[in-house]
């Protein structure tokens, strides 16, 4: 059975830093983009960060970009999202997200193609 656990949310003060962690068990994730989409209160879930496998690749949101940084240790089977100069539009139920990159039918920031979900943690930023 194949998960995604999430960690490491929690409420930060604007300019603050948190570091996300994903869990993943089940299956071997070689071949897979790791990802990070977020939801935040009454919006779409929306893309934040994608790393490919070889970790050659690496794609952000424009919003986040130069403040997010997205790595993965493979032997561990984890990924993770350090987040810095946080801002409260920051806020939103981050998700981890694993796509296989030999079966992509959207592009690696469509939520459409995504193979597995984790089940979210909050992250809330104050201002």
């Known amino acids: 059975q194949v998960q995604l656990v999430e960690s490491g949310g929690g409420l930060v003060q604007a300019g603050g830093s948190l570091r996300l962690s994903c869990a993943a068990s089940g299956r071997t994730f070689s071949n897979y983009y790791m990802s990070w989409f977020r939801q935040a209160p009454g919006k779409e879930r929306e893309f934040v960060s994608t790393l490919s496998w070889s970790g050659s690749q690496t794609y952000y949101a424009d919003s986040v970009k130069g403040r997010f940084t997205i790595s993965r240790d493979n032997a561990k089977n984890t990924v993770y999202l350090q987040m810095n100069s946080l801002k409260p539009e920051d806020t939103a139920v981050y998700y981890c997200?694993?796509?296989?990159?030999?079966?992509?039918?959207?592009?690696?920031?469509?939520?459409?193609?995504?193979?597995?979900w984790g089940k979210g943690t909050l992250v809330i930023v104050s201002s």
């Open positions: 997200a694993a796509t296989s990159s030999r079966s992509l039918r959207y592009p690696v920031d469509d939520g459409r193609s995504v193979d597995y």
